[in-house]
């Protein structure tokens, strides 16, 4: 299986990065992740044999325990990558919970074995992919806010259309 934790978002920071997308679609071309895609990876952990999925689940209830829901808002639009086929996402105005759940979930993964992806880690929305950003104009970006309640790990099937992910074990933080 193909996995990867990450923190949910509540409604009104999708919404609003619907908006952001939708605002995008009239001058930026490339592949639009779907709404009901949107997360804040964690750890990705690629291929994973399903056998182990309780050591993860053990792993990231051991991780969350310690953090409490956090207010999460909105802020810059930013890229990876080339500008002519870029990721483009968006950012938040305080990275620190993000980075401390972060250290958390990746610590509890070295402690039991797992390898993940170790890039530094950046809290970020993905909003598309393969975007040309050659024009260098991007549109101001809706702002909101609201609460980080949910760690999960998902799966991810690739086969279709468009990725679609499934909680497998989620963490709900305490208030």
Same mark, same amino acid.
């Given at each position: 299986m193909r996995l990867f934790i990450a923190a949910e978002l509540p409604d009104s920071i999708?919404?609003?990065?619907?908006?952001?997308?939708?605002?995008?679609?009239?001058?930026?071309?490339?592949?639009?992740?779907?709404?009901?895609?949107? /997360?804040? +990876? !964690?750890?990705f952990l690629g291929e994973?044999?399903?056998?182990?999925? *309780?050591?993860?689940?053990? $792993?990231?209830?051991?991780?969350?325990?310690?953090h409490r829901a956090f207010s999460a808002q909105l802020s810059e639009l930013g890229c990876f990558g080339k500008r002519t086929k870029a990721t483009l996402w968006q950012g938040f105005q305080d990275q620190a919970p993000f980075a401390s759940l972060a250290t958390d979930v990746r610590s509890q993964l070295t402690r039991i074995?797992?390898?993940?992806?170790?890039?530094?880690?950046?809290? /970020?929305? +993905? !909003?598309?992919?393969?975007?040309?950003?050659?024009?260098?104009?991007? *549109?101001?970006?809706?702002? $909101?806010?609201?609460?980080?309640?949910y760690i999960t790990?998902?799966?991810?099937?690739?086969?279709?259309?468009?990725?679609?992910?499934?909680?497998?074990?989620s963490v709900s933080l305490e208030r």
């Open positions: 999708r919404e609003a990065l619907a908006e952001t997308s939708a605002v995008l679609r009239d001058c930026v071309h490339g592949r639009f992740v779907a709404s009901d895609s949107f /997360h804040v +990876t !964690l750890a994973v044999p399903g056998a182990r999925i *309780p050591e993860l689940q053990d $792993a990231l209830d051991v991780a969350c325990a310690s074995g797992f390898e993940f992806d170790a890039k530094p880690f950046r809290p /970020h929305i +993905t !909003l598309m992919r393969a975007a040309d950003l050659s024009s260098g104009v991007l *549109p101001a970006c809706c702002q $909101a806010e609201g609460t980080i309640s790990l998902f799966s991810s099937d690739l086969s279709g259309k468009r990725p679609i992910y499934t909680a497998l074990h």
